[in-house]
C-alpha cells in the first residue's frame, strides 16, 4: 500500500485535507505539510515519487522552477515525477475551454497561467529529470510523467 503525503502553503488548505483524511479514516495519508514549491526549504527529504496535481497553472513560474528543483533533491534515479493539469502544446492549438480558463488565471494574477509543455519539460531537465510520456486526459489536461535520471 502507497503511503501519500500531502502538503500545501495553505493553512486552510492544510486543514481541509486533514478534515478529508479525518472523514474518509485514511491510515496511508500523512498529515498535510506546509510546503512552497517555490521555497528550497522542503519539510522532506525523500519521497519515492512526487504527484502535482493542478499546481503549475496556479501559481507564479518560479512554482515550477522550485517543484522541479526540489523533486530533484528529494527522489532517486528512476523515480517518477507526475504532473497532471493543463497545458499548451507548440503541436496543438489551444482548445477554446483552455483558452478561456487561461484567459481567467491571468485575470485573477498575472503570473498565473497554462505553461508551456516544452518549457516545462526544459525546467525539468535541467534538474535531472526525462520526459518519459504524455497522456491525454479528460477536460484537455494532461498527465505528464517525467523519470529522475
Not at 521555497?39 to 517543484?67: F, Q, R
Not at 528543483?69 to 517518477?80: E, F, N, P, V, Y
Given at each position: 500500500?502507497?503511503?501519500?503525503?500531502?502538503?500545501?502553503?495553505?493553512?486552510?488548505?492544510?486543514?481541509?485535507?486533514?478534515?478529508?483524511?479525518?472523514?474518509?479514516?485514511?491510515?496511508?495519508?500523512?498529515?498535510?505539510?506546509?510546503?512552497?514549491?517555490?521555497?528550497?526549504?522542503?519539510?522532506?527529504?525523500?519521497?519515492?515519487?512526487?504527484?502535482?496535481?493542478?499546481?503549475i497553472h496556479i501559481s507564479p513560474w518560479a512554482s515550477t522552477e522550485g517543484l522541479m528543483r526540489g523533486a530533484g533533491r528529494i527522489l532517486d534515479?528512476?523515480?517518477?515525477?507526475?504532473?497532471?493539469?493543463?497545458?499548451?502544446?507548440?503541436?496543438?492549438?489551444?482548445?477554446?475551454?483552455?483558452?478561456?480558463?487561461?484567459?481567467?488565471?491571468?485575470?485573477?494574477?498575472?503570473?498565473?497561467?497554462?505553461?508551456?509543455?516544452?518549457?516545462?519539460?526544459?525546467?525539468?531537465?535541467?534538474?535531472?529529470?526525462?520526459?518519459?510520456?504524455?497522456?491525454?486526459?479528460?477536460?484537455?489536461?494532461?498527465?505528464?510523467?517525467?523519470?529522475?535520471?
Amino acid at each position: 500500500m502507497l503511503t501519500w503525503q500531502p502538503s500545501d502553503p495553505s493553512k486552510d488548505a492544510r486543514r481541509s485535507i486533514s478534515a478529508w483524511i479525518a472523514a474518509e479514516g485514511l491510515a496511508n495519508v500523512r498529515s498535510p505539510l506546509g510546503l512552497d514549491a517555490a521555497c528550497d526549504g522542503w519539510p522532506i527529504d525523500h519521497a519515492a515519487a512526487v504527484v502535482c496535481i493542478n499546481m503549475i497553472h496556479i501559481s507564479p513560474w518560479a512554482s515550477t522552477e522550485g517543484l522541479m528543483r526540489g523533486a530533484g533533491r528529494i527522489l532517486d534515479a528512476g523515480a517518477s515525477l507526475y504532473l497532471y493539469g493543463p497545458f499548451r502544446q507548440a503541436t496543438k492549438v489551444l482548445e477554446p475551454s483552455n483558452a478561456a480558463f487561461e484567459q481567467n488565471l491571468r485575470a485573477r494574477d498575472p503570473r498565473w497561467g497554462l505553461r508551456d509543455l516544452d518549457e516545462v519539460a526544459a525546467c525539468a531537465a535541467s534538474h535531472g529529470f526525462v520526459l518519459d510520456r504524455v497522456v491525454e486526459m479528460p477536460a484537455n489536461n494532461l498527465s505528464v510523467i517525467f523519470r529522475r535520471s
